[in-house]
Nanobody, 130 residues
Framework: EVQLVESGGGLVQAGGSLRLTCVAS????????IGWFRQAPGKEREGVSC????????YYADSVKWRFTISSDNTKNTVFLQMNDLKAEDTGVYYC???????????????????????WGQGTQVTVSS
């Protein structure tokens, strides 16, 4: 059974930090990129960050660049999202997702397109108070 289990969400003041964790199971971790998406109330889901565990290449949305860092521990099939200098607009449900790695060089084009992703976690709530 494929599972993506997120944890680490919570309530934090603006300027604070949180680290989200996504533990994957039930599929070959090395064959998939892992992405983080978020959805704020009344808004569409948006891509936040993505990592290719094979080569550790990473991608970030402009809104989180330099504040968020994605990383992976391939020995534990786990991906982390370190979120620093959080802002009220970072509030939302954060989802971990997995997409089968496309041809070399193509991940950059689909990293933030949620309809390409194959598997999804249940989400974890992040609330940033201003």
């Amino acid at each position: 059974e494929v599972q993506l289990v997120e944890s680490g969400g919570g309530l934090v003041q603006a300027g604070g930090s949180l680290r989200l964790t996504c533990v994957a199971s039930g599929f070959s971790f090395d064959d998939y990129a892992i992405g983080w998406f978020r959805q704020a109330p009344g808004k569409e889901r948006e891509g936040v960050s993505c990592i290719n565990p094979r080569d550790s290449s990473t991608y970030y949305a402009d809104s989180v660049k330099w504040r968020f860092t994605i990383s992976s521990d391939n020995t534990k099939n786990t991906v982390f999202l370190q979120m620093n200098d959080l802002k009220a607009e970072d509030t939302g449900v954060y989802y971990c997702s997995a997409v089968r790695l496309p041809a070399e060089g193509a991940l950059v084009r689909i990293a933030f397109l949620d309809y390409f992703y194959d598997y999804w976690g249940q989400g974890t709530q992040v609330t940033v108070s201003s």
